[in-house]
């Protein structure tokens, strides 16, 4: 456990911040690394708890791979080099490890047991169990191997046609992968769109891979390619930085080289309807990944109803957004979110109990939450329910806050962004104040 305690911010926030690697990205070099033949280098990964599971996974499986600070070396020899675990592969906290890698062991010709922390045995697997099974996977495990540890016998997959029952990038991606093994053509149809990094990786390693309008087919016809991979700043962890310029009066902060992958840019088009200034310069493109550097300026906030398509280009930002319609005036009204339930924790449970107790007008619903501002955040006693995004999301809320806010266990912010508290204290001026 590590409790902080955060004061209020006494100034506006001002500067500009590197935003360490975008996680799903990282995870996915790791994968299609491990998966290719040759030396994938990997630049500006993202080195968290999260992505070392994805890293140790695979070097049980027999990769090599060099870490040297945010640079990755993978020594990839192709799939059928690939050993059997002598031990139980541990996924940690990291649904898209398990979610992504249960994709791949279901593809190889070995036996694996994989487990994960209390809170990921808690979270669904038969989304890519179910489909999996079906293209010839083996699986057991609690609740017909709903939920981990789980047990699996991978080889001799066939391809499927998978219409997505649920909006999520991790099915469509271990569907995916599990295609790159099975024979025959593997189709998945997406009908709102997610994050597409699969898809773009997969390209890049030389896979036969297309996109027809969410009708998303693979096969196995052509063997990955190592090839190397920069990584965008992760749009996800920028958000907070984003909430934190748009709420906190008089700010303006530049976050640079961040992801801008369409399907991951909810969050600026919330933002701007809201009324918070925001500006994108230096954009580029590589590996099928744009980035670019954005600035956010305080302005006065309205409140917007956040639904329908734009849900999974925002999905891990909800929270944050919940913090910052706390500040516009009128309601903000969020629906369609219900994969929010199924997350580290109940995010909508979360968001909802924590935002009310340090002073905040919001309600749950069964997917989403309906925000009324503006109000005036109390501060006071506040728990994370070890999930990275709560915790943040409650640090940025201090900002703002009129007393002290003190959050309970900041220790899973390690997950995703391990170097969040020194960035936030190098864009307020008052970080002193800052208290364990
Ligand atoms: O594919 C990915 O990298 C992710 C997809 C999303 O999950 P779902 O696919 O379950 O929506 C997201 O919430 C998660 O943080 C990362
Ligand atoms: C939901 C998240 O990740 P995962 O599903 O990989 O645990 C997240 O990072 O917010």
């Given at each position: 456990m590590k409790e902080l305690t955060l004061a209020p911010a006494q100034s506006p926030i001002s500067g500009k911040l590197q935003i360490p690697g975008d996680k799903s990205i990282s995870h996915r070099a790791i994968i299609l690394g491990s998966l290719a033949t040759g030396t994938t280098t990997v630049t500006d990964f993202l080195r968290s708890e999260d992505t070392r599971r994805t890293v140790e996974g695979f070097r049980q499986l027999g990769v090599k791979i060099e870490e040297n600070d945010s640079l990755l070396k993978i020594y990839g020899n192709g799939p059928t080099t690939l050993n059997e675990p002598s031990n139980p592969i541990y996924f940690g906290n990291s649904g898209t490890t398990a979610r992504l890698m249960l994709g791949v062991l279901a593809g190889l010709p070995i036996f694996t047991s994989v487990y994960g922390d209390p809170h990921l045995t808690q979270r669904p697997m038969d989304r890519v169990v179910g489909p999996l099974s079906e293209m010839g996977g083996k699986f057991d495990g609690r609740n017909n191997g709903n939920y981990l540890p789980l047990a699996v016998r991978g080889g001799n997959l066939k391809g499927i046609q998978y219409k997505l029952p649920v909006k999520s990038a991790q099915v469509k991606s271990a569907v995916l992968l599990g295609g790159l093994f099975a024979e025959g053509t593997t189709e998945v149809i997406e009908e709102i769109p997610s994050r597409n990094h699969t898809e773009n990786m997969l390209r890049a390693f030389g896979a036969d891979i297309a996109d027809n309008d969410g009708h998303i087919r693979i096969t196995n016809e052509r063997a990955l390619m190592a090839t190397d991979v920069i990584v965008p700043g992760d749009i996800s962890s920028a958000a907070f930085f984003m909430a934190a310029a748009a709420i906190v009066p008089e700010s303006k902060l530049t976050l640079l080289r961040?992801?801008?992958?369409h399907s991951r840019t909810g969050i600026i088009d919330v933002l701007s309807e809201m009324g918070a200034q925001i500006s994108i310069t230096n954009q580029q493109t590589v590996g099928g990944e744009t980035f670019g550097d954005i600035t956010v300026a305080h302005r006065p906030l309205n409140g917007v109803v956040i639904e329908g398509e734009i849900i999974p280009r925002l999905i891990d930002e909800i929270p944050v957004l919940a913090l910052v319609a706390t500040q516009a005036k009128g309601n903000t009204v969020i629906r369609d979110?219900?994969?929010?339930?199924?997350?580290?924790?109940?995010r909508i449970a979360a968001t909802v109990e924590e935002l009310t107790s340090i002073g905040a007008k919001i309600e749950g619903t069964d997917d989403g939450m309906v925000i009324k501002g503006s109000s005036d955040l109390t501060g006071g006693q506040t728990k994370a329910y070890n999930d990275h995004r709560i915790a943040m999301m409650l640090a940025v809320a201090s900002l703002i806050a009129k007393q002290n806010v003190v959050i309970?266990?900041?220790?899973?912010?390690?997950?995703?962004?391990?170097n969040f508290f020194w960035d936030l204290r190098k864009i307020i001026s008052n970080h002193s104040t800052f208290a364990t």
């Open positions: 961040v992801g801008l992958n979110a219900e994969e929010l339930r199924l997350k580290e924790t109940d309970d266990d900041v220790s899973s912010i390690d997950i995703s962004y391990p």
